[in-house]
């Protein structure tokens, strides 16, 4: 629970500083930009906090599908960086660019579980599952985005051309 406090305190301060010191006139992507400070905090509690591991330091074996629980763990990690490809998508980011803050984001976590030694296992199914539930998240909000209706990239209400207060 110590953990869970001291990387919300951190992801707060992170998110405070971001929104004061970002230069855009748009409130929506300074609060964008903020809370990807506080989701990267949850990711750091949730990984951290956390004992996991079957007692290695690294695996480096794929997933094993007739495991039922290493689906679940693969599905879990997934939903965790969901919200980053949500936050991703919504800031405007491309794609390529939302799939290599997942991919690099996941291995910064698995290498700082490696050399910290936390007691949790590096693992290559992380990595991928985690990137791929950045691009997931993203495809999903770039769906909703580009939806009928919904507001276009340069503020234009896309279905009766009015500007978007935001």
């Known amino acids: 629970m110590p953990f869970f406090v001291l990387a919300l305190a951190l992801g707060t301060v992170g ?12 409130t929506s992507q300074r ?3 903020s809370l990807v400070w506080l989701w990267a905090a949850g990711v750091v509690s949730l ?12 695996n480096f074996s794929l997933l094993d599908v007739s495991n039922p629980a290493d689906v679940v763990d693969f599905l879990l990690n997934m939903a965790l960086f969901l919200p980053g490809g949500i936050l991703f998508a919504t800031l405007g980011c ?7 803050f997942g ?4 291995l910064a976590v698995e290498t700082t579980q490696y050399l910290v030694r936390s007691g949790r ?28 209706g919904w507001s276009t990239r340069d503020g234009r209400h896309a279905r009766h051309g009015r500007r978007h207060v935001g």
Request: neutral net charge; proline residues 3%; charged residues 5%.
């Open 94 to 100: 491309r794609p390529l660019t939302a799939g290599l």
């Open 103 to 106: 991919l690099l984001g996941s």
């Open 15 to 26: 998110g405070a500083i971001t929104y004061a010191a970002t230069r855009t006139h748009h």
């Open 121 to 148: 296992t590096s693992d290559i199914n992380d990595l991928l599952s985690n990137t791929l539930g950045c691009l997931v998240g993203f495809a999903c909000a770039a769906a909703v985005i580009s939806a009928p």
């Open 31 to 33: 609060v964008l930009l």
């Open 47 to 58: 990984t951290f906090g956390t004992q996991s591991g079957g007692g290695q330091a690294v």
